[in-house]
Nanobody, 124 residues
Framework: QVQLVESGGGLVQAGGSQALSCAASGRTFSSGSMAWFRQAPGKEREFVAGINWSGAVTTYADSVKGRFTVSRDNAKNTVALQMSSLKPEDTAVYYC?????????????????WGQGTQVTVTV
């Protein structure tokens, strides 16, 4: 079992920055990939960014490429999402997810463990 707890959400003005963090506990954290997904009201949960087991490979959705950065610290069992140049359309509940796969997958069913989510609201 893996437990994931997100933190760092809140209100931010358009153009601003916000950092999210996810703390993991349970099975060996460093052997699997991690990802951030988000779900806006009335929309499906979508892939935002992912990072492979070592942190050497990252993948981003086109909508956030160049604005968001995902990173991980295997010694501290944490993964972070640094968001900048935020837009109102980035408003969503952001979820941290953990996979047993070493490489990054963008499909939801590749991730076995999920956090409870943290709300990010971008105001104009």
């Amino acid at each position: 079992q893996v437990q994931l707890v997100e933190s760092g959400g809140g209100l931010v003005q358009a153009g601003g920055s916000q950092a999210l963090s996810c703390a993991a506990s349970g099975r060996t954290f460093s052997s699997g990939s991690m990802a951030w997904f988000r779900q806006a009201p009335g929309k499906e949960r979508e892939f935002v960014a992912g990072i492979n087991w070592s942190g050497a490979v990252t993948t981003y959705a086109d909508s956030v490429k160049g604005r968001f950065t995902v990173s991980r610290d295997n010694a501290k069992n944490t993964v972070a999402l640094q968001m900048s140049s935020l837009k109102p359309e980035d408003t969503a509940v952001y979820y941290c997810a953990s996979s047993v796969l070493a490489w990054v997958a963008q499909r939801r069913n590749a991730y076995q463990y999920w956090g409870q989510g943290t709300q990010v609201t971008v105001t104009v």
